[in-house]
């Protein structure tokens, strides 16, 4: 079976609301997110199902109730990632 595109979002989180989503994409344009993430010194999760979920909502929508536990836990990953990083 051929591989699929590789699928990418981003999202942006300020605490007030439901983050929402600033970036989705496949194939090339999900590479383009990974490489600004990287660039950026943003920390990349791959959670292949989220990212499908995510790449297909649409840019600025706040993410939809039924994935806010998969994104918390995301968003908690990227938190502890942070305090280690500032020790």
Same mark, same amino acid.
């Given at each position: ?6 699928r ?20 090339l344009?999900?590479?383009k ?10 920390p ?5 199902? +989220? ?14 109730e039924? +994935? ?10 990227a ?9």
């Amino acid at each position: 079976m051929p591989e699929q595109p590789k699928r990418a979002a981003a999202l942006r989180y300020s605490g007030a609301e439901a983050p929402t989503v600033t970036a989705a994409g496949r194939g090339l344009v999900a590479e383009k997110i990974l490489e600004e993430a990287r660039k950026a010194g943003v920390p990349i999760r791959e959670d292949k199902a +989220l990212a499908e979920a995510l790449s297909g909502l649409e840019l600025g929508r706040e993410v939809p109730e039924d +994935l806010w536990v998969a994104v918390a836990q995301a968003l908690a990953w990227a938190y502890r990632l942070d305090l280690r990083a500032r020790g």
